[in-house]
């Protein structure tokens, strides 16, 4: 199993960014889709999820309003629209797949290996 993530960079606080994660060697219907993220110094938390069928979506807190999953099941393929971005989302970016959809971080069967996310204020 691949969960490759792309889209990260640097970018100013209000700023926009959207990151991809395309999926391979599973079964992708089958696996309700995530994005966690690990500041430096702190625990991997989980960002928003969303089910197979992309009819239900989940988000902490921190990102509601703000950031957007979505995903396209005909290319295997799931987005993270991140806009208004401010400087404490800077952290590592990873895709993540569970048979959970409101997953957490223990309940994710692959992780994929993460993309920088950094915005300067």
Do not use: H
């Amino acid at each position: 199993v691949q969960l490759q993530a792309s889209g990260g960079g640097l970018v100013q606080a209000g700023g926009s960014l959207r990151l991809s994660c395309a999926a391979s060697g599973l079964t992708f219907i089958s696996y309700a889709m995530g994005w966690f993220r690990q500041a430096p110094g702190k625990e991997r938390e989980f960002v928003a999820a969303i089910s197979w069928s992309g009819g239900s979506t989940y988000y902490a807190d921190s990102v509601k309003g703000r950031f957007t999953i979505s995903r396209d099941n005909a290319n295997n393929t799931v987005y993270l629209q991140m806009n208004s971005l401010k400087p404490e989302d800077t952290a590592v970016y990873y895709c993540a797949a569970s048979l959970v959809a409101d997953m957490n971080v223990r309940q994710v069967n692959y992780w994929g290996k993460g993309t920088l996310v950094t915005v300067s204020s």
